[in-house]
């Protein structure tokens, strides 16, 4: 990611994980869609658990082949109907556990945004939504972009009018605002920045103005942005859930914190919910993106004993 924030975030590299099923083809069409408008290179990656498999020893010896078929059949299907036309794309069969590989990949590929479908608790859907997916957000270091089994599906064009900033107002959400900020300078869109409080508090009013100067400052006049600032009553997620539904929201965006839960309780639990449950994609950004994001491009491919296949 860029070291300043006043030029936002750049996009050079896009991964989208994939198991084949129709929630990842899901997400690689909002990944196509999104390569293309940035001109990034899209990796598509398939992880090949081979633990899962070890009951059946004589079928651990085809997830090569089969994956190779399936990356055929595939890149197929996308030439032909000239999906990936002007993209610059790489396909990646890995084998490992799920956490570690995408840990090493999205450091060592300088993946700036990694894109996930996902349909309830089984399939792809385990990077977010099983007892993995909770330890998503610890371990990637980029921006995460779910697109959950109640979205919507990819618009042939980026068009974003409206953006739900869902905040805790904690200093560690403050790392999502160039990511907020984007769609407001790109395409115009309004912005909604929801607070949501367990119970009256005096304090939430001045940390949001305080949130309001930063995005303010951030913005840097580049565009006279459309905000709207709301402190609301009530359980977090579902009051989240709501406003986004409520208000026809075309993304939701929370900032996060590696080694702290989204609106206090359970680890990420109330953040699990909103990707799990939300109508339009959610884009969850770490704290820790700004950091790492610098190192991106530096860093040579580590192997770690994986077996590590780029299909042409």
């Known amino acids: 990611m860029t070291d300043d924030l006043h030029s936002g975030p750049v996009i050079r590299n896009i991964a989208v994980a994939t198991d084949f099923c129709p929630w990842s083809e899901r997400a690689l069409q909002h990944a196509l869609v999104l390569a293309r408008h940035f001109g990034a290179v899209l990796h598509i990656l398939h992880v090949v658990c081979r633990a899962e498999f070890s009951f059946v020893p004589e079928f ?20 032909a109907s000239h999906s990936l036309a002007n993209i610059e794309h790489h396909c990646w069969n890995i084998d490992g556990e799920i956490s570690g590989v995408i840990e090493d990949f999205v450091r060592d590929h300088g993946i700036d945004l990694m894109i996930l479908g996902t349909r309830g608790r089984t399939g792809i859907s385990r990077f977010l939504l099983g007892s993995i997916g909770q330890e998503m957000f610890h371990f990637v270091s980029c921006p995460v972009l779910t697109i959950g089994p109640l979205s919507l599906g990819a618009a042939r064009q980026i068009e974003l009018k409206k953006v739900l900033f869902a905040t805790d107002l904690s ?90 839960s989204l609106y206090g309780g359970p680890s990420f639990s109330h953040a699990y919910e909103i990707v799990r449950q939300a109508r339009c994609p959610v884009l969850s950004v770490s704290s820790a993106s700004s950091a790492n994001g610098q190192m991106h491009g530096q860093l040579a491919m580590s192997q770690k004993g994986r077996s590590t296949v780029e299909l042409p």
């Not at 055929?72 to 996308?78: A, H, K, P, T």
């Not at 609301?232 to 939701?252: H, I």
């Open 60 to 79: 651990m010896v085809k997830l090569d082949e089969l994956a190779e078929r399936d990356f055929d059949d595939l890149i197929g299907r996308l030439n």
């Open 171 to 260: 200093p560690e959400s403050a790392a999502a605002i160039p990511y907020v900020l984007m769609p407001a300078t790109t395409w115009n869109a309004e912005i909604d920045v929801l607070h949501v409080c367990s119970s009256a508090n005096c304090q939430c009013q001045s940390r949001m103005r305080e949130l309001r100067c930063r995005m303010e400052d951030l913005a840097n006049g580049e565009a006279p942005l459309v905000v709207r600032y709301h402190v609301l009553q009530g359980p977090p997620s579902p009051t989240v859930l709501n406003f986004a539904m409520q208000e026809k929201e075309d993304l939701v965006v929370l900032g996060l914190e590696n080694h702290r």
